[in-house]
């Protein structure tokens, strides 16, 4: 089904640590471009040091300068920051095509992974965050 994100899949994007696009994303990287792109939000990319240090990596996030104006949601909803557990990662929640999750992975690039597959895609489970004006 094309849309206006097909454009990220269909162009293999791959993932690249501390990338920042257009032609290399790192998972961080490609959630502050789709916001800020498709739905028109700023958000500060943090650049992140070690992306095999957990510990690290959840610390960063905690004290993400942007964190105040995201809430934590318990239903998703078109352009909301999905945060994965397992391994800590996160993207975008799109309402297309029953729904899912486009986000940038390490190994597979920019891909879109339907809600209903998620069980069966490697990734844990899902926190949803949305941006104070959409509240």
Known sequence: MMN???????????WEEGAQGP???????????I?????????????????EDTPQLVEIMKNHPDLPSWPRVK???HGDIVLVHRPLH????????GGGVLHCVRGSGVVYTKGASWQFS??????YFRHVSKI
Do not use: K
């Open 4 to 14: 206006e994100f097909s454009q990220y899949t269909e162009r293999r994007i791959p």
């Open 122 to 127: 490697g990734f844990g489970r899902r926190e």
């Open 23 to 33: 032609d290399a994303y790192y998972c961080g990287s490609f959630v502050t471009m």
């Open 35 to 51: 916001q800020r792109v498709h739905f028109g939000l700023i958000i500060e990319n943090v650049l992140i040091p070690d992306y």
């Open 75 to 77: 239903t998703q909803q």
């Open 90 to 97: 996160y993207g975008v929640w799109i309402d297309i095509d």
